[in-house]
């Protein structure tokens, strides 16, 4: 069993910048491909960011290219999503999990990730 848990969400303005966080803990961190998926209110939880096991290879959604980062610090056992020009659009709950799928660039399916976070709330004033 992998536990994940998210934090660094709050209230921001338009243009802000925010990191968000995520620690794992249960087993192997670095075993793990880990992904950010964000879910608004009464929409599908959407792909954001991927990043493989060594942290080598990452691949986004089109809507964040250029504007989020995803790094991992395999020692902390920690996930990070850098967001900077946040736009209201970005409002969402945002979560990390965990797959044991091989990595590949492209858009990531939530149900290939058995092992979330809580989730924590990033919101965008407009």
């Known amino acids: 069993q992998v536990q994940l848990v998210e934090s660094g969400g709050g209230l921001v303005q338009a243009g802000a910048s925010l990191r968000l966080s995520c620690v794992a803990s249960?087993?192997?961190?670095?075993?793990?491909?880990m992904g950010w998926f964000r879910q608004a209110p009464g929409k599908e939880r959407e792909f954001v960011a991927v990043?493989?096991?060594?942290?080598?290879?990452?691949y986004y959604a089109d809507s964040v290219k250029g504007r989020f980062t995803i790094t991992r610090e395999n020692a902390k056992d920690t996930v990070y999503l850098q967001m900077s020009s946040l736009k209201h659009e970005d409002t969402a709950v945002y979560y990390c999990?965990?797959?044991?799928?091989?990595?590949?660039?492209?858009?990531?399916?939530?149900?290939?990730?058995?092992?979330w976070g809580q989730g924590t709330q990033v919101t965008v004033s407009s």
């Open positions: 249960g087993r192997t961190f670095s075993n793990y491909k």
């Open positions: 999990a965990a797959s044991t799928i091989g990595f590949y660039s492209g858009r990531q399916n939530p149900q290939a990730y058995v092992y």
């Open positions: 990043i493989d096991w060594s942290g080598s290879s990452t």
